[in-house]
Nanobody, 115 residues
Framework: QVELKESGGGLVQPGGSLRHSCKDS????????LDWYRQDPGKEREWVASISMSHNVNYEPSVEGRFTISRNNRESTLYLQMVDLQPEDTAIYLCHAQRGSRFFWGQGTQVTVAP
């Protein structure tokens, strides 16, 4: 059974930092392309960042330079380091793993940026 278990959300003040983790159990982790998405209630799910099997990275423009996606295949863990967080970054953050037509989602963790 595949599980992507996330941790690292929370409440932070504007300008603050957080690091998300997404640990896999049940996948051949290194064989999947990985992403972070976020979703605010009432809005569509938004892609945030991706890292390929070969560690190529891409970012949504509003987070580039502030967020860093990385992966540790030996530990089967995906990371999202977030700095200079702003209120508009408030959302549920979800990890996503995909290989061809197979894909899996984490359960999501809440990030709230407020004074």
């Amino acid at each position: 059974q595949v599980e992507l278990k996330e941790s690292g959300g929370g409440l932070v003040q504007p300008g603050g930092s957080l690091r998300h983790s997404c640990k896999d159990s049940g996948l051949t982790f290194s064989a999947y392309n990985l992403d972070w998405y976020r979703q605010d209630p009432g809005k569509e799910r938004e892609w945030v960042a991706s890292i390929s099997m070969s560690h190529n990275v891409n970012y949504e423009p509003s987070v580039e330079g502030r967020f860093t996606i990385s992966r540790n295949n030996r530990e089967s863990t995906l990371y999202l380091q977030m700095v200079d967080l702003q209120p508009e970054d408030t959302a549920i953050y979800l990890c996503h793993a995909q290989r061809g037509s197979r894909f899996f989602w984490g359960q999501g963790t809440q990030v709230t940026v407020a004074p």
